[in-house]
Each structure stands twice: as C-alpha cells, then as structure tokens.
C-alpha cells in the first residue's frame, strides 16, 4: 500500500500540471496572506526637529511635532491612532522638587505658504517662513495598511516641571496609543537657542542622533 501511493506521488511530481498547481497554489496563499492577513505594525518616524514655546505665567510648555505614520500592514488591515502624548526626558540631573514635563496632543496644525496666509488674513504679516494654520481638535484617526500619514501636532503640558535650563538637551520619548497596545520612540534633541514665550524654538536632533 505504501509503496503504490509512493509510486504514485511519484508519478505526480514528474508531471508538469502538477508543478504548475502547486506553484499556482503557492501564489494564491501568499496572496490571501499579503492582501488581507498579514497584521504588520504601525511605524512612527519622529521628526529631525522640534518646536518649543513657553505659555502663559506658569510657563507650561508648548510644542510642535512632524511625526509621519506608517502602517506596514496588509491594504486590508486598519490601524486606529487614539492618543500622542510626550515625555521630555532631561539629560543629566534635574533640579530637586522638579519633574519632566509630561504633554499630550491637544490639536492639529498644518505649514501655509506665505500667499495662502495672507489671503485669509490679509496685513498679518508676520514676516516669518513658517505660518501655522488651525486643522483641529485631537480626535482618533485611522491609518489603512501600506499607507502612510504626516502630521503636524500641537502637544500641551498637562504635567511636570520645566526649566529652561533643562531644555537645553533633552530625550524626547513620543508614545502612540492604537486599539492594541502602544508605540514608542525616542530621539534626543538639543535647543541651541533659549525657549522663550513669544515664540517658537525649533530644537533640531542632537548631534549624536543623527
């Protein structure tokens, strides 16, 4: 018995049609597998640089983000991005009684050319290459598989205590949370010119990063 079914698997490979059904079969796996089941992951690319600015009396940090999302996963699949929120991790000691600023993003804004500024608000010069427009509030969004996404994040302190001389190097540690867990990366930047209250100071990535 063993040895007719071997004779006749034998037979069956030695059949052309037969390669071809196994490789068309292949094919339809890998397929099924790449369209519709492979569950990837979701990729944040944190930015080359950050923007920093003081707001009101108690100095709570405001900040500007680029982060680009990918989702590496089959067309099929969905990842749903439900919250950004920041930790600037201080490089070396802290002074006592103090703790690291701790942000969460609050809204969405995007980068405007200098006409399409001016045309929706006309004599605002601010004379300045970066014009920052409203998007919107924080809301969750999701991300089809093998797409990507860049957006422009504004995040506000809601717990911590900075100073400025802390800021002048620090770890930035951005945590993405999706409906199955969360994403975390981490950059150090380093601000080569003192955050102040009226406007923003971009922090590129430190030396040593790049």
């Avoid at 929706?120 to 991300?143: E, I, W």
């Avoid at 089809?144 to 620090?170: C, I, M």
Wanted: net charge neutral; proline share 6%.
């Amino acid at each position: 018995m063993a040895s007719e079914f071997l004779a006749s698997l034998l037979k069956w490979i030695r059949e052309p049609a037969s390669w071809l059904a196994l490789a068309a079969a292949s094919v339809s796996v890998a397929t099924f597998i790449l369209v519709y089941a492979y569950p990837g992951e979701l990729r944040v690319v944190p930015p080359d640089r950050v923007g920093l600015h003081y707001l009101g009396s108690d100095r709570r940090l405001e900040m500007l983000v680029p982060l680009t999302f990918t989702n590496t996963g089959a067309p099929r699949t969905w990842r749903h991005v439900l919250r950004v929120t920041a930790v600037l991790a201080t490089d070396g000691r802290r002074p006592e009684g103090t703790r690291d600023p701790a942000l969460a993003w609050e809204y969405e804004d995007a980068f405007v050319g200098k006409r399409e500024w001016l045309a929706k608000n006309p004599g605002a010069d601010q004379g300045t290459v970066d014009y920052l427009t409203y998007v919107g509030r924080a809301l969750p969004f999701s991300l089809a598989g093998g797409v990507s996404q860049a957006k422009l994040y504004r995040l506000l302190q809601y717990d911590g205590t900075p100073s400025g001389k802390a800021l002048e190097k620090f770890t930035l540690v951005i945590s993405v949370l999706q409906e199955d867990g969360r994403v975390e990366v981490a950059r150090k930047y380093a601000c080569r010119e003192e955050v102040t209250d009226d406007r923003f100071t971009w922090c590129p990535l430190d030396p040593g990063e790049s």
